[in-house]
């Protein structure tokens, strides 16, 4: 008897913090005019119907959220921390000069990822798949471990740091933009090479298996599409 009362106080118990969790996202939603929404058994959120988010602090928002529905703008963004895992829309944080790194950033953005004039140091944490442009031009990186799997617009990686091209290994569907980097004198000469599509750079296999700058190739590039 005592042992069956307590485990009815124990659902109970959890019964009342599930129901406390579930108006405090609804009030949530409510309050940033949010009509459109699904609360799962987790209580995790898909956003289905929005106008977008402007300068929202993810990190102070006490759910999380699976799928979000329109594009979301900040200039003050520090982190990634609690993003939605896929955005249907764009990612537009140009400007946020305190953020480093993409660890916790969408698994997949059908939109566009925008990062001009941050401070990200590392792709570690990127997207696998990004339909639009990846931009990340006048950043700090000096390589490109942890690109996407697939961006289906330009990848703009301009005006960084970096030294080579070894762990590039995105699908692009549009223009590989790489001036303004500390890449090979030969490839920094080459002023079409910033126009040639990914698919075709890839296909020559510019550097070696331990990362060395394969001149040889290069040359044999140069030849098929001057």
Known sequence: MINNIKKYLHKLYFEIIYFHELMLIRSYCSSYK???YTIYSD???D???NNGFVNVDFSKIPFKINAF?????SS????????????????????????????GSPIEIHGSF?????????????????????????????ELKGCPKYVGGDFNIE?????????????IGGRLLISNNYLPYEMQQYKRFNHIISKEYLMYKLWMS???????RFEFFKNDFD
Not at 210 to 216: A, L, P, S, V
């Open 210 to 216: 331990d990362g060395t700058f394969n001149k040889g």
């Open 69 to 73: 529905y329109g594009d979301i703008a």
């Open 114 to 142: 925008n990062l001009d004039r941050c401070n990200i140091s590392s792709l570690d944490g990127s997207p696998r798949k990004i339909t639009g442009n990846f931009d990340l031009e006048r950043n700090v990186l000096s």
């Open 34 to 36: 949010i009509s459109s």
């Open 43 to 45: 209580l995790s959120v």
């Open 76 to 103: 003050n963004t520090k982190s990634f921390e609690n993003y939605p895992k896929y955005v249907y829309g764009s990612l537009l944080h140009n400007n946020c000069c305190q953020l480093t790194s993409l660890i």
């Open 47 to 49: 956003i289905t119907s």
């Open 159 to 171: 005006k960084n740091r970096v030294t080579t091209l070894h762990e590039l290994n995105t699908d």
